[in-house]
Structures are given as structure tokens and as C-alpha cells.
């Protein structure tokens, strides 16, 4: 197997180019290594692309090492091709996908990602791109046009970009024109809605764990869909979502619905409208949501995959109790 790093050296607040390429020179002895330092927005998928293409007999992995961002554009060039895999070493601000695993920390191990255990993972997909983690429109979009405009300020990067995005979206996205259809079920109320998640992974802005029950190898995607919420009242149950209780607090019963879903078709008639594909806008007044099923061959090391076997056996376990 072919060894092929793609290393994103915008990600994060450091270029970590440096510490990769101290920690994978002793194992070239031993592995078939590539290392490529990405050239700006779009170039991992193309490089990706490029090199299944030129080698098709050769199995390849795909070490992302950057961001949810650098993650999402690996995926995307590998998609389609047999003979590749990808996986994460994860050095953005957020690292969201790899929280699903157990955080970061379980993927900061090349020797451990080189003999990771392969798994078919589910994929979303708006009908051009994929995302790896979640996609979300209303509240949440404006808060990532926020983050797309402040993240670079030496102030306000990583997850305070997050909560700058939220305090500007208080005043300017607590209610949101749309008509939403899950699987062909309508789900909007004339009031309209707070925001929507579609997820794969299980958090997004860092810390915010959207969606607790996800499982990306199971077909379908977690909708947590939000009604409107008075902005005294979003402030004194956001800890809910945050901590990823708000599908069983009692409290957010009435404004939260539910489902896990393959597709939902959206459209607002606001101008400003749009969707996030893991943080990447795509401002759009009509589109659909999609999951792929079994679109990767995603690599996790041993520890993560401890972590979600532990995960499963809870859950398990608390279904026998129920």
C-alpha cells in the first residue's frame, strides 16, 4: 500500500508541516511514503484525483492532515475509486469528524494510522459535493459566515470564531423563512425555524455536540431540526445542545423535531439563504440533502476504534435497560 500525505499548511493556527514530516521520516524505511503540501482552496481533491488516476492498480491511503476542510476535500478526490482510502491527522481550529472517534488525540499517531483498521463509512452529499460531517442551514449557517469572515483575526480563531459567529447571529438569524421535506414528510410551520442540522458526524463548531445518536455506517443521516426559540430562552437552553442533551432535556421538547432521514429537500424564498457543507457556504434558495451509503473506505487507528466498540456496547446496554 501507497502512503500518501496531504498536508494543508493554512490549517490551524501553525504550520504544521514541520512536526509531520519529523515524525514520518523514520517510518519511510518501512512504508511506501508521499507527502504533498496543498496549494490553496480545491487542490487536495485535484491532487487526489490525479494520483488514483495515474495509479490504478496501487492501493492508496490518504492522510488529510489539516482541518475538517482539508478532510472534506480528500474525501472528495477519493470518492469513486476502489483502490483508496483516506483518513484524518487532524491539526485544524475545530477537528470535528474526529470527535465521532473519540477526539483527535486517538488520530495524533502516524505509526498508528499506517496499520489503521478500514471501515465503510456513509457519506452526504448535495447532488455535486460530498461532506464527511454534517451540513446545516439556518441559524447555523449564519454563524459560519460569521467564522468565515472573523477566523483569521489574531483574536478570534479556532472556536472563538465559533462564538463570535453565534453572538452576531443572535440579532441577526433567530428566525428563518423555509419549507423543509424529510423523505418526502413536510416538517416547517408557517413561524418559521431556527436552524438544521443534517449530520454523519456527531459535532460541529468545535464543541457543540449536535448530534449525539449518529452513526455514519448505518445508511441515514441524523436531522435535528429546531423551531423558533425566544433569544432569553436559546441562551438558557444552548447548554443542551451543546452537551448533546437537547434530544431527551424535557425543555426543548416542544421546539425540537427529531429523525433520522436519506434525504431532505429545502427552499426559502430569502435571497440570503443557504446551506454549510462541513463549514463550507454554498448560498443557495433551493437545494437537497442527501446521504450516500457506504461512499469510504475511512481508516481509524486502534484507539478509536476501542472508543466506538465501548460506545456501542453503552448503547446497547442502555437499550436493554429501556
Do not use: Q, W
Amino acid at each position: 500500500m501507497k502512503h500518501v500525505l496531504v498536508i494543508n499548511p493554512a490549517a490551524g493556527k501553525t504550520n504544521s508541516l514541520p512536526r509531520i514530516l519529523e515524525e514520518v521520516e523514520p517510518l519511510r524505511a518501512s512504508y511506501d511514503v508521499e507527502v504533498y503540501e496543498t496549494k490553496g482552496k480545491g487542490d487536495a481533491t485535484a491532487f487526489v484525483k490525479r494520483t488514483l488516476e495515474s495509479l490504478p492498480d496501487t492501493p492508496i491511503r490518504f492522510y488529510a492532515c489539516g482541518g475538517d476542510g482539508t478532510l472534506k476535500e480528500v474525501a472528495n478526490g477519493a470518492v469513486g475509486f476502489p483502490h483508496a482510502s483516506v483518513t484524518c491527522y487532524p491539526c485544524g481550529s475545530g477537528n470535528d469528524f474526529v470527535k465521532y472517534y473519540g477526539g483527535a488525540a486517538n488520530f495524533l499517531s502516524l505509526s498508528a494510522l499506517f496499520e489503521g483498521e478500514e471501515r465503510e463509512i456513509d457519506l452526504l452529499t448535495d447532488g455535486t459535493e460530498y461532506s464527511i460531517n454534517a451540513a446545516n442551514f439556518g441559524f447555523d449557517y449564519a454563524v459560519c459566515e460569521t467564522m468565515e469572515k472573523v477566523r483569521r483575526y489574531p483574536l478570534l480563531g479556532g472556536k472563538k470564531a465559533y462564538y463570535a459567529g453565534i453572538v452576531k447571529s443572535l440579532f441577526t438569524a433567530m428566525k428563518n423563512r423555509v419549507r423543509v421535506y424529510a423523505d418526502g414528510e413536510a416538517l416547517t410551520e408557517d413561524d418559521g425555524f431556527l436552524l438544521c442540522t443534517l449530520a454523519n458526524g456527531t459535532y460541529i463548531g468545535g464543541s457543540y455536540m449536535c448530534a449525539p445518536r449518529s452513526s455514519n455506517e448505518d445508511g441515514l443521516l441524523e436531522l435535528c431540526y429546531v423551531k423558533p426559540l425566544s433569544v432569553p430562552r436559546f441562551l438558557k437552553l444552548i447548554g443542551y445542545y451543546k452537551r448533546g442533551e437537547h434530544l431527551d432535556a424535557p425543555a426543548l421538547a416542544p421546539y425540537v423535531i427529531y429523525k433520522r432521514v436519506k434525504r431532505i429537500e429545502v427552499e426559502s424564498p430569502d435571497e440570503d439563504f443557504g446551506y454549510a457543507l462541513d463549514g463550507e457556504l454554498h448560498p443557495a434558495k433551493k437545494f437537497s440533502l442527501s446521504v450516500v451509503p457506504k461512499a469510504l473506505r475511512f481508516a481509524i487507528p486502534r484507539l478509536a476504534a476501542e472508543f466506538i466498540a465501548a460506545r456501542e456496547k453503552k448503547r446497547a446496554e442502555a437499550l436493554v435497560c429501556k
